[in-house]
């Protein structure tokens, strides 16, 4: 058959529309599916992954704009960083990056065997420190993800939803 294409060849995925202004994000968008959509997919998966990749895009461009509490001071107490970054949310009414759920859950999990596995963070890092170290590392989270990225974790992750917090904290208009 002439100009058949293989099901283990990757073809690019282009919607068509060249009159839109964000011609480079559609270049790296299609570069990036160009890399991971393969011909033997069923087209629901093309959707899902295009659709995967929207909803990261206006994920982190929401973070973006999304203030970090200039107010702190508070000492909280913790067992956990996964309890210290939930009872951050629920004190600054913040939510924090999807990213940075996802480390706090992996700074737990490396204690697991260690000799004070059992003993409250609270008496082993200083309170203020480890709620100061959670916002540096979701300011970074924040300003320097790659939606491309995030899209891809979600992509291997179908339960990722379950660490995209639910608060929506009233944004200043800022086209005044």
Same mark, same amino acid.
């Given at each position: 058959?002439?100009? *058949? %294409? #293989?099901?283990?060849?990757?073809?690019?995925?282009?919607?068509?529309?060249? #009159?839109?202004?964000?011609?480079?994000?559609?270049?790296?968008?299609?570069?990036?599916?160009?890399?991971?959509?393969?011909?033997?997919?069923?087209?629901?998966?093309? $959707?899902?992954?295009?659709?995967?990749?929207?909803?990261?895009?206006?994920?982190?461009? !929401? /973070?973006? %704009?999304?203030?970090?509490?200039?107010?702190?001071?508070?000492?909280?107490?913790?067992?956990?960083?996964?309890?210290? *970054?939930? #009872?951050?949310?629920?004190? !600054? @009414?913040?939510?924090?990056? !999807?990213?940075?759920? %996802?480390?706090?859950?992996?700074? $737990?999990?490396?204690?697991? @065997?260690?000799?004070?596995?059992?003993?409250?963070?609270?008496? +082993?890092? $200083?309170?203020?420190? *480890?709620? *100061?170290?959670?916002?540096?590392?979701?300011? %970074?989270?924040?300003?320097?993800?790659?939606?491309? !990225?995030? &899209?891809?974790?979600?992509? &291997?992750?179908? /339960?990722?939803? +379950?660490?995209? $917090?639910?608060?929506?904290?009233?944004?200043?208009? #800022?086209?005044?």
């Amino acid at each position: 058959m002439k100009g *058949a %294409v #293989s099901f283990g060849d990757q073809v690019e995925i282009s919607s068509g529309d060249s #009159s839109s202004s964000n011609t480079d994000d559609r270049k790296t968008e299609s570069k990036w599916m160009k890399n991971t959509i393969t011909v033997d997919q069923p087209l629901s998966e093309w $959707d899902s992954e295009d659709s995967i990749l929207r909803r990261a895009r206006m994920y982190q461009e !929401y /973070m973006k %704009v999304v203030p970090l509490p200039t107010q702190r001071g508070f000492v909280i107490p913790l067992t956990s960083w996964v309890g210290l *970054a939930s #009872s951050m949310k629920e004190l !600054y @009414g913040q939510p924090l990056h !999807y990213l940075t759920n %996802v480390h706090m859950k992996k700074l $737990d999990s490396m204690r697991f @065997g260690s000799d004070n596995e059992d003993v409250p963070l609270d008496t +082993i890092i $200083d309170p203020s420190k *480890a709620e *100061a170290t959670i916002w540096l590392i979701e300011e %970074v989270h924040r300003s320097t993800s790659s939606h491309h !990225y995030i &899209a891809r974790l979600w992509l &291997a992750d179908p /339960m990722y939803h +379950i660490h995209v $917090d639910a608060i929506f904290p009233k944004l200043q208009n #800022s086209s005044k």
